[in-house]
């Protein structure tokens, strides 16, 4: 049997043959094939060739090919549980895991990923992206935010002020994701909620993708003039590596006419987390009573 | 006690370059000194501002949902005395930007024979429920809310990959790296007020009747 993680009111399963997430069923009925998977993006290395002239860099974003190529990951997975979380823990690759965190009465789950350094030894740019499909029929159509405000319908190759004519379908399809990205079938919305700005998009239908790293190897050409390739010294300046983040997502999935009112709670929670404050007392003095 | 940097810290955040990387790795480099500089004084900042507030002292209770207010009103009216309260109470307050990769010196701390006071504000104007998670060093521990009634709490083991994480940042800043101690990720119900504040305590328990619950875990589903 594939991991699973629950609260008391939904279940997230993973399959036992790849270990990565699988389906998620609600406590109401609603159940949705919600798959999720790693993969990256070749950047363009801006040769001289007059259709692939434009190097893939700080201020650009252009795959070399519009093929997502899969981790080779030998998934590890170990599972948490206890009354107030349960989380399923993910290595993919040595440089690639995440937890998938459900707390006891949370209708979400939490992604919890932590990417890098990003190997080039290769001597290839990665773009790092992951994605997450479900059996939604979203007919090319999704929702981002602007700056934390409204969302905004966006239609795969499609503008709705001129006639675009697509020539680069990865990168022409990316929208910034300030706060959330999502999809929907008229009955139920597919959220994803993220806790800083990156890009996202829905390459395929019922499908959302972010992009969580990225390392590159040339310079883009717009006034950088440094590839984005920065680094982290490590016990002295000689020793360094590239960086390593860690970030947190949540995927919700409600009916349509519940989902705005979460998207918006959800979203003010994550920018607006909870402040901690420590100080260690002495019991006998009793200062905090 | 100044909120000048955090002016400096904001216009990084508003640049463009600083939002989206699109800077040399120099710049960079200043950017991070200088969004560093501004988080270290806001800490003492709030700090101080929650000092106030907790020992009933301060006029500034009705400002506690604006960062921007109280640290106004404490540099331009209050600084000094916060400062002098704050110290005379032997109140050190500490915070922790690090909790995401398991790094919370405070928490971690020694607790024999003392308590770990955990104060939580809720910067939204709603009441919440949450579950908080810190990082401690030993796992037989009780939480207890500001009224003395017992929470649910569970214990964790700090994952491999925090611990990495943990590691890789002590070698950055030079700190030695003591990994023969295990750690634990302490997680309990947390309920605070609009704009308000709670206050949790965790002791370390006294028998074996520890009530944190320690997690089921199980290991190495190969795919």
Redesign the interface.
């Given at each position: 049997h594939?991991?699973h993680a629950k609260s008391n009111s939904v279940q997230f399963t993973f399959?036992?043959?790849?270990?990565l997430l699988e389906r998620l069923k609600r406590k109401d009925g609603v159940e949705v094939s919600l798959e999720q998977s790693f993969c990256w993006y070749n950047a363009s290395d801006g040769n001289t060739e007059e259709t692939r002239g434009q190097a893939s860099g700080?201020?650009v974003f252009r795959p070399n090919t519009s093929s997502c190529f899969a981790l080779g990951y030998?998934?590890?997975?170990?599972?948490?549980?206890?009354?107030?979380?349960e989380?399923v823990?993910q290595?993919l690759t040595s440089w690639v895991?995440q937890?998938v965190r459900v707390?006891?009465?949370s209708e979400n789950a939490e992604v919890e990923f932590?990417v890098g350094p990003i190997p080039f030894e290769d001597q290839l740019g990665k773009e790092i992206v992951t994605k997450l499909s479900t059996d939604l029929e979203s007919n090319g159509v999704f929702y981002t935010d602007s700056n934390g405000r409204d969302f905004i319908k966006r239609v795969r190759d499609y503008r709705s002020d001129w006639e675009l004519e697509v020539h680069e379908e990865i990168a022409g399809n990316y929208y910034p994701v300030n706060s959330g990205i999502f999809l929907s079938d008229n009955s139920t919305d597919f959220s994803i909620l993220v806790d800083r700005?990156i890009g996202g998009s829905s390459i395929s239908d019922g499908e959302l993708e972010l992009m969580v790293h990225r390392r590159l190897l040339h310079d883009d050409g717009?006034?950088?003039?440094?590839a984005?390739n920065?680094t982290?010294?490590?016990?002295d300046s000689s020793t360094c590596?590239g960086l390593?983040v860690?970030g947190t997502f949540l995927i919700d999935v409600r009916p349509v006419n519940e989902s705005a009112f979460w998207r918006r709670n959800l979203i003010?929670?994550k920018l607006?987390p909870?402040?901690?404050?420590?100080?260690?007392?002495?019991?006998e003095d009793g200062?905090?009573n | 006690l100044s909120s000048d940097s955090l002016e400096e810290a904001l216009a990084v955040l508003q640049h463009h370059d600083g939002?989206?990387?699109?800077?040399?790795?120099h710049v960079?480099s200043d950017y991070t000194k200088r969004l560093f500089l501004a988080s270290v004084e806001s800490e003492s900042l709030?700090?101080a501002a929650?000092a106030q507030l907790?020992t009933g002292k301060s006029r500034l209770a009705g400002y506690v949902g604006r960062l921007q207010m109280v640290t106004n009103e404490i540099s331009n009216n209050y600084g000094h005395q916060a400062i002098k309260e704050t110290g005379s109470?032997?109140?050190?307050?500490?915070?922790?930007p690090l909790?995401?990769?398991s790094y919370?010196p405070?928490?971690e701390?020694d607790?024999t024979?003392?308590?770990?006071?955990?104060?939580?504000?809720?910067?939204?104007g709603w009441e919440?429920?949450?579950?908080?998670r810190?990082t401690v060093s030993d796992y037989k521990l009780d939480v207890f809310d500001?009224s003395g009634n017992l929470v649910?709490?569970?214990?964790?083991p700090v994952?491999?990959?925090s611990t990495k994480?943990r590691e890789?940042h002590l070698?950055?800043i030079?700190k030695p790296i003591v990994s023969d101690e295990p750690l634990f990720e302490l997680?309990?119900?947390?309920s605070?007020p609009p704009l308000g504040y709670s206050?949790y305590?965790v002791?370390p328990s006294q028998n074996d009747s520890y009530s944190a619950?320690?997690?089921?875990?199980?290991?190495?589903?190969?795919?």
């Open positions: 594939g991991a399959s036992s043959s790849t270990g700080a201020y030998n998934v590890t997975t170990s599972s948490v549980k206890g009354s107030l979380v989380e823990h290595q895991s937890v707390f006891k009465d932590t700005s717009k006034g950088v003039a440094e984005l920065e982290t010294c490590l016990d590596e390593v860690r003010q929670r607006f909870l402040q901690l404050v420590f100080s260690v007392v002495n019991d200062q905090f | 939002v989206s990387g699109t800077e040399q790795q960079a709030i700090n929650l907790i109470s032997s109140m050190n307050f500490q915070q922790c909790s995401n990769i919370c405070p928490s701390a607790l024979g003392k308590s770990l006071a955990v104060i939580a504000y809720n910067p939204l919440r429920k949450e579950t908080v810190i500001s649910p709490s569970q214990i964790i994952s491999q990959t994480l890789r070698r950055s030079q997680l309990f119900e947390c605070t206050t305590y002791k619950e320690h997690s089921l875990i199980e290991e190495n589903i190969q795919s």
